[in-house]
């Protein structure tokens, strides 16, 4: 067969299977890990990107194959940032650790009428890139690292410049270094 009846025949099987779920789109397994996806969507991109094939089709097949093109472009998307969200956002609590030691490590960072943003206001009004670093400032803070809490907080201030909540999370943490130098 000749490249353009193979991307042809890719176009059609993919618009043909309609609303259907990521993975089976981008053919992996539905928990395929994020290289596998990325693999995937690769092969895909090497074969059947419309750009590929914009002197050797005409306009109706062009728009077949962009059109599939898009939607596994979407799923590859999808499931890419399901897998980034599920590796990134684990639950930061040791339960090897006292929960009145963690509570006496995050007073560093929380402020007492508001809760750390793990869903609440705070977070809704968090860039992505900022909760990031304040989830590794958490972090740092609870293996009792003010230094390295300091840095990400600092960090999440240059992703988030406008957080009121972070500045008053540094505050805190800068106060409670410079009590322990």
Do not use: C
Request: positive net charge.
């Amino acid at each position: 067969m000749s490249v353009r009846s193979d991307v042809l025949l890719w176009a059609q099987r993919v618009l043909s299977k309609g609303n259907a779920p990521a993975h089976l789109l981008l053919e992996v397994k539905a928990d395929a890990t994020a290289e596998q996806i990325s693999d995937a969507f690769q092969k895909v991109a090497r074969m059947a990107h419309p750009d590929l094939h914009r002197s050797g089709l005409g306009p109706e097949e062009l728009e077949q194959v962009t059109s599939a093109y898009s939607r596994v472009a979407g799923a590859y998307q999808e499931m890419r940032s399901q897998r980034m969200t599920t590796t990134r956002m684990k639950p930061l609590t040791n339960p090897a650790e006292p929960a009145s030691v963690v509570s006496q490590r995050m007073a560093a960072v929380a402020v007492a009428d508001k809760p750390p943003p793990t869903g609440g206001p705070a977070a809704a009004s968090m860039s992505s890139k900022a909760l990031i670093y304040y989830r590794k400032a958490e972090l740092a803070l609870r293996r009792g690292d003010l230094k390295a809490g300091l840095l990400q907080l600092k960090m999440a201030i240059a992703a988030d410049p406008a957080s009121q909540f972070l500045r008053q999370a540094l505050g805190e943490v800068e106060a409670e270094l410079a009590k322990n130098p």
